[in-house]
Nanobody, 115 residues
Framework: QVQLQESGGGLVQPGGSLRLSCAVSGRMFSIYEMGWYRQAPGKQRELVASLTVGGKINYLDSVKGRFTISGDMANKVLYLQMNSLKPEDTAVYYC?????????WGQGTQVTVSS
């Protein structure tokens, strides 16, 4: 099993920045892809950014140029740096890991962008 724990969410004004962290534990050796998803009220969960062990990165079109996904394997942490935040970025953000054991999800962290 892979366990994931997000942190770093909060309330920020439009144009501000936040950095989300996802602490990873468990059977990490089997992970081949990790990502950040988000779900706004009344909307479906959507992929925000993903990172494969081979280094391939994908972003949701609406966050390109503003968000950056990165991994610190030594400290077992996945990050999502979010800059130039907009009210439409408001959502619960979830960390996700795909491994040979299946798909794992964190509990989520709330990000609210509002003045």
């Amino acid at each position: 099993q892979v366990q994931l724990q997000e942190s770093g969410g909060g309330l920020v004004q439009p144009g501000g920045s936040l950095r989300l962290s996802c602490a990873v534990s468990g059977r990490m050796f089997s992970i081949y892809e990790m990502g950040w998803y988000r779900q706004a009220p009344g909307k479906q969960r959507e992929l925000v950014a993903s990172l494969t062990v081979g280094g391939k990165i994908n972003y949701l079109d609406s966050v390109k140029g503003r968000f950056t996904i990165s991994g610190d394997m030594a400290n077992k942490v996945l990050y999502l740096q979010m800059n130039s935040l907009k009210p439409e970025d408001t959502a619960v953000y979830y960390c996700n890991a795909a491994s040979g054991l299946g798909i794992s999800w964190g509990q989520g962290t709330q990000v609210t962008v509002s003045s």
